[in-house]
């Protein structure tokens, strides 16, 4: 792909600097494209695109935004399969996997598109005679959206298409493992009719200088962030100066409880996308599981049987089930917390080490790995480990299995299998997550809300909610 990945006024460029940087296939280390080496510079520009097609923008009637978005989302549809290559080409994921988060993506597409044309003004009762009072909803401004890697284009749809929706317009700032993915969903919302400077596009190399930008112009009332908590906590920091709006959707450990009454088979065949769709490699995937007693030796040899069977290779392979992690630093981790947990006393049930056989050598692949006895000692089940490890510890009661589920700052997702009606009452409303998924290992969708709790983030992303995000909500108070 051409190395000018920036996109302002409507137009292509490349950096103001002149550079470039390579974007790698995690299962190859292969160089698969260029892209602009954005910085300070090209975001203050990008920023001052979006300042000045603000106006227009949030003027155009809403029915007009709503078609703009249904073109995106008939684009995204149309062409999936080119950009499902493209992200797994600089994402590693499997193709399988790639076109279900095309199809995923644009479906927040389409529901903001309806949702556009929802958004309502109130009219409050008054208490003084000659008076009325009117609630007005407007957006909030030019917005800078921080996306992570992990889900190149759903996460980069989730955030623009309820901003555009609003009448914000957009400086989005991909992760630089992956920009291509990024570059090919601005491309076709530009296709799609979006005005020249409503949705803008910076690459770069080097966070820092891009998100400064975005965290200090004045210009720029709104950033929606998705990524690690401590990233989160310097935007945080940052916005303070200017009391700069912002949505957060930050880093999780979830909890998966599997209760001696559940249906075992169900249980385990959950578990197992929850913990491994994209090598594990999601911001709500299972991170530490807990069994109960009685049946923590059936489960661990059910669930452990189904990650034998698992086939790992290069996500362009139709067969393949599991890719690679996303870089050597991602890795690293990966077996950091797996050398931990053997010296805290887990034992490998299957697993646990880096596959170097054949045509995986050159990749970053490791082996999906259970491993049992796991403890509040060991790192993997304190820290997102963002990697294939399945943590399985035992617990005896219901009590026990919430208090160690809520031991953690964060409150991102938790799931939970059980055939009792009035324990998944109980735990619906114990549980300190965002989202549950109760007998279920997949509970996100475009429709409903999607955020955390405690130190997992601020704001909620999804459905009606998403677009409240982007939102000022003005009071009129008129003399009559």
Not at 208 to 223: E, F, S
Not at 228 to 248: C, F, I, N, P
Not at 280 to 298: F, H, K, M, P
């Amino acid at each position: 792909m051409s190395a000018r990945t920036l996109f302002h006024r409507g137009e292509w460029a490349a950096a103001e600097s002149g550079r470039t940087f390579a974007v790698h296939d995690p299962a190859t280390g292969d160089t698969v494209g260029e892209a602009s080496d954005g910085g300070a510079v090209d975001t203050a520009r990008a920023v001052t695109a979006a300042h000045d097609a603000f106006p227009a923008w949030a003027a155009l009637p809403a029915r007009e935004r709503s078609a703009v978005l249904m073109r995106w989302n008939a684009l995204l549809l149309s062409r999936q399969e080119e950009v499902a290559r493209t992200l797994v080409a600089e994402n590693g994921k499997p193709i399988k996997e790639a076109r279900a988060e095309v199809a995923y993506g644009a479906g927040f597409v389409e529901w903001s598109a309806e949702e556009a044309k929802r958004i309502y003004g109130e009219t409050i009762p008054f208490s003084v005679p000659g008076k009325r009072h009117i609630v007005l909803r407007q957006p909030v401004g030019v917005t800078g959206a921080i996306t992570p890697w992990n889900f190149p284009l759903a996460m980069v749809t989730r955030k623009v298409a309820p901003a555009l929706a609003a009448g914000c317009t957009v400086v989005l700032k991909p992760a630089e493992q992956t920009p291509l993915t990024a570059a090919i969903a601005i491309k076709l919302l530009a296709e799609a009719g979006a005005p020249p400077g409503v949705a803008n596009l910076v690459t770069g190399s080097d966070p820092a200088p891009i998100g400064h930008t975005l965290l200090t112009d004045p210009l720029v009332r709104k950033i929606t962030f998705t990524g690690s908590t401590e990233v989160g906590k310097l935007l945080m920091r940052g916005a303070a100066d200017q009391v700069k709006k912002l949505s957060l959707e930050l880093g999780g450990c979830a909890p998966f409880l599997v209760f001696a009454d559940a249906d075992l088979e169900k249980a385990a065949e959950g578990l197992l996308w929850c913990k491994f769709r994209n090598a594990g490699q999601t911001c709500i995937c299972a991170n530490r599981i807990y069994v109960e007693e009685a049946i923590y030796d059936e489960f661990l040899k059910r669930f452990t049987e189904k990650v034998r069977a698992i086939r790992v290779g290069c996500g362009l392979a139709e067969e393949t089930q599991l890719g690679p992690l996303i870089d050597a630093a991602a890795l690293a981790k990966v077996e950091e917390h797996v050398d931990d947990a053997r010296r805290h006393g887990a034992r490998v049930f299957c697993g646990g080490r880096r596959l170097t056989e054949g045509s995986l050598a050159r990749g970053n692949f490791y082996e999906p790995t259970v491993l049992a006895s796991a403890s509040g000692a060991m790192r993997c089940m304190r820290e997102e480990t963002f990697g294939p490890v399945a943590p399985i510890a035992p617990f005896r009661t219901e009590d026990e299995a919430v208090r160690l589920a809520n031991d953690t700052r964060y409150g991102l997702a938790a799931y939970f299998y059980t055939r009792d009606v009035s324990r998944v009452v109980r735990l619906m409303e114990r549980l300190e997550y965002g989202i549950i998924g109760a007998n279920d290992p997949s509970p996100a969708v475009p429709q409903a809300p999607f955020g955390g709790f405690k130190e997992s983030g601020i704001g909620r992303e999804g459905g009606k909610f998403a677009l409240e995000e982007f939102l000022e909500v003005k009071h009129v108070c008129l003399g009559v």
